[in-house]
């Protein structure tokens, strides 16, 4: 069984025990922070990545392997500073490649789903991608190649990367004192994942804070502007699916619709939310331009149906850790997990 697939055994409920205690402490607390639909959604989007991951389903444009084979100079030694110098480097690319993400129409369709619940709990934390097949983050791992890490400490890494970004999704932690200075926090990701627009585009970092301020994309959680959390052109829908590629196919349509070629050329990589003037004339879509004025998206399902979606997702979650049980998928993880 692969290394990523057995780290799922153990954070998988963790995760869970962690979720039904933030759930908790919310209703002790008096605040909401979840929906059945909502918290549905977010966890089949995190069933549909993880089954994606374990049948390693996906397309790397270069790899990491390929890289330290081919432009290594020196060993960095000794092992322990090699493993910091691999974490740094890890969580450097992970701050491009999730501003990459942001910043690119064609790349924001990899992370949307990320972003689309108007909630912000530890659930929406695996609310994930199933559309990011395409692997590109070795490209930011140069440093790492060139001083010969060896490729085994990302493949044990970078799951714990990516698990050491869950906690951090939640409401009902405040300002961490000297930690906002070092660590990313839930402060600083809820203005993250914020649609004001002092809040936008803000704060891409994963585990240190310090790449935003670097680069220039730290803003701090204000105290009289409460972050409203979805996305600018709603979803509207709980189905996982859809919310995977409705920004693709809204891509395509305006490449379809505009007037001039250059436009159909270029609306891929031109900055997210971009249209071809004809087509943002012609062809309106739905923008929140004012978030004190959003409208959560609800629908108004009974219990019968919620305890029916419920009973689907538990018995899918245990098909899917069947089949890894039963297939022994992989013998070494060797995906980067960045997002």
């Given at each position: ?250 891509l395509i349509q305006d490449a379809w619709h505009a007037d001039k070629i250059i436009d159909k050329m270029i609306i891929w990589f031109m900055p997210t939310g971009w249209r071809p003037a004809n087509v943002d004339l012609e062809y309106p879509v739905n923008i929140i331009d004012n978030p004190k004025r959003q409208i959560k ?43």
């Amino acid at each position: 069984m692969s290394y990523y697939i057995s780290t799922l055994y153990i954070a998988v409920p963790a995760f869970m025990i962690l979720i039904i205690v933030e759930e908790f402490i919310a209703r002790l607390k008096g605040v909401k922070i979840n929906s059945a639909e909502d918290m549905i959604s977010s966890l089949s989007s995190g069933l549909t990545n993880i089954l994606r991951d374990g049948l390693k389903i996906t397309v790397i444009l270069i790899s990491y392997s390929w890289m330290v084979g081919h432009i290594a100079i020196i060993t960095l030694q000794p092992v322990w500073l090699a493993i910091v110098f691999a974490f740094l480097i890890e969580d450097f690319a992970g701050y491009w490649i999730h501003r990459l993400n942001h910043r690119v129409n064609i790349f924001w369709n990899r992370h949307v789903i990320h972003h689309s619940s108007e909630e912000f709990n530890l659930s929406c934390a695996l609310r994930q991608s199933i559309s990011n097949t395409l692997r590109f983050a070795a490209i930011f791992m140069i440093p790492a190649a060139l001083v010969n890490i060896p490729p085994k400490y990302f493949a044990i890494m970078s799951p714990i990367h990516l698990f050491m970004q869950f906690w951090y999704h939640t409401r009902l932690i405040g300002n961490m004192g000297f930690l906002e200075y070092i660590l990313v926090t839930p402060s600083h990701h809820r203005v993250h994942h914020a649609i004001n627009p002092e809040y936008l585009d803000k704060n891409y970092s994963q585990i240190f804070i310090f790449w935003d301020k670097l680069f220039g994309t730290f803003q701090k959680e204000l105290t009289d502007k409460e972050p409203v959390f979805g996305v600018l052109r709603p979803a509207n829908t709980w189905n996982p699916i859809i919310i995977n590629y409705k920004h693709l196919w809204q891509l395509i349509q305006d490449a379809w619709h505009a007037d001039k070629i250059i436009d159909k050329m270029i609306i891929w990589f031109m900055p997210t939310g971009w249209r071809p003037a004809n087509v943002d004339l012609e062809y309106p879509v739905n923008i929140i331009d004012n978030p004190k004025r959003q409208i959560k998206y609800s629908t108004n399902n009974s219990i019968l149906v919620i305890s029916w979606a419920w009973v689907h997702l538990i018995v899918t979650f245990f098909l899917v850790f069947h089949l890894f049980e039963e297939e022994k998928i992989g013998d070494v993880y060797q995906h980067l997990y960045l997002f």
